[in-house]
């Protein structure tokens, strides 16, 4: 059964400028002791969608279902859900082991079972040594783990989770995107996280829903929207460098890269759509290829990323350790034919067919 269904929800705020749709007749399910994120850059509805689902704010349409029961109209003490903020909401004044034990002494559970759901929350989160402490004195990252005790000492089935980590140092938040996604599948509880942040919601997430505008852009697995992006704003919100598009036009050879006279990459009825390929995916070619002029080389240890022009479309290759490459070289570009994507003039991508995946493109 589903741990949470959304179906048709709504949410439209009215302002000086008019009627604004921050959530526009979104609809999703996600599977009981999953870890699902919704994604997507500000303003796009991702918290006010969180907020629908916790019962914060008021659904002008649809229904929300938590574990089977219509929860559309009840308040958010009746939906059986806990929740981690932005800011970790903790009191100063209370000790570590009082902010967790809060809500269990709001709802009047026995001492004796606080004292036992204390003890293996702090275990767990490994604060057993900090019970005493006040929230002052302790890091942000031990702060944030407070906040994850007080959400999951309740031993709600659903955790919702509204950007967690965005006060946390770059080191602590990869730290802590481990701790949370190990948690997670430990107490096996189904996870709602919130983020804006690609990097988070590709290394932790079992389901991915990327949000903008109010609506949804693509539903799935992380490797879905990498590898099969639905449409152009999918395929450069994702990814880091995001893919390359490339604007084709009909040429001699069929299909090409605009501000290019070939060769041809695609058939020509494909003019007025765009190519898309990942940085990665592009390889550096001797004296064969797509022509293109380097603008920059960002040496970055492992690897390095050099920004090109093609025609007058900027595009990034990402390549291993070092290259001699510098600002003004000529250089060529090819890729495999699996590694190819095909958007149409409406940015929705195409299915293509016929190409073998192994065969290089360019050549």
């Known amino acids: 059964m589903a741990a949470i269904v959304v179906e048709g929800v709504s949410k439209h705020w009215t302002t000086a400028e008019g009627r604004v749709r921050a959530v526009d007749r979104v609809s999703f399910s996600l599977d009981e002791g999953t870890l699902n994120v919704l994604l997507g850059p500000s303003g ?15 659904s002008d349409g649809g229904t929300i279902r938590i574990a089977g029961r219509d929860v559309t109209k009840l308040p958010p003490s009746q939906r059986n859900i806990s929740m981690v903020f932005q800011s970790y909401a903790l009191f100063p004044h209370l000790s570590v082991a009082e902010n967790i034990l809060f809500g269990l002494r709001v709802r009047k559970v026995s001492p004796d079972e606080c004292v036992r759901r204390l003890a293996g929350t702090a275990d767990l ?46 080191q602590l938040r990869a730290e802590m995107r481990q701790e ?5 599948r430990k107490i096996g ?51 880091t460098p995001p893919m390359n598009l490339l604007p084709l036009v009909a040429g001699d050879g069929g299909a090409v890269v605009d501000g290019t006279t070939g060769p041809g990459v695609f058939p020509r009825e494909f003019a007025g759509g765009m190519l898309g390929v990942r940085p990665e995916h592009i390889r550096l070619a001797h004296g064969r290829g797509l022509p293109a002029t380097v603008d920059s080389v960002e040496y970055l240890g492992g690897d390095s990323l050099v920004a090109c022009r093609v025609g007058g479309t900027p595009v990034a290759v990402r390549v291993a350790g070092s290259t001699a490459l510098s600002r003004g070289d000529a250089a060529s570009l090819e890729w495999a034919s699996g590694a190819q994507h095909y958007f149409g003039a409406d940015g929705v991508r195409r299915a293509l067919a016929g190409q073998p995946p192994g065969e290089t493109m360019l050549a």
């Open 44 to 58: 796009c509805g991702k918290s006010t969608t969180l907020r629908l689902i916790a019962g914060l704010e008021v």
């Open 189 to 239: 509880i189904t996870m709602v996280y919130v983020t804006h942040d690609q990097v988070e919601a590709m290394s932790m997430a079992d389901r991915v829903i990327l949000l903008n505008g109010g609506r949804i852009e693509q539903n799935g697995a992380p490797v879905d929207l990498y590898e099969t992006p639905a449409n152009v704003f999918v395929a450069r919100f994702i990814g």
């Open 125 to 170: 989160l490994g604060l057993s040594a900090l019970l005493n402490r006040k929230p002052g004195q302790l890091s942000g990252g031990q702060q944030q783990r407070v906040a994850l005790g007080r959400a999951i000492i309740a031993r709600a089935p659903v955790c919702l989770m509204d950007e967690p980590l965005s006060n946390l140092d770059a």
């Open 180 to 184: 949370i996604r190990a948690l997670q």
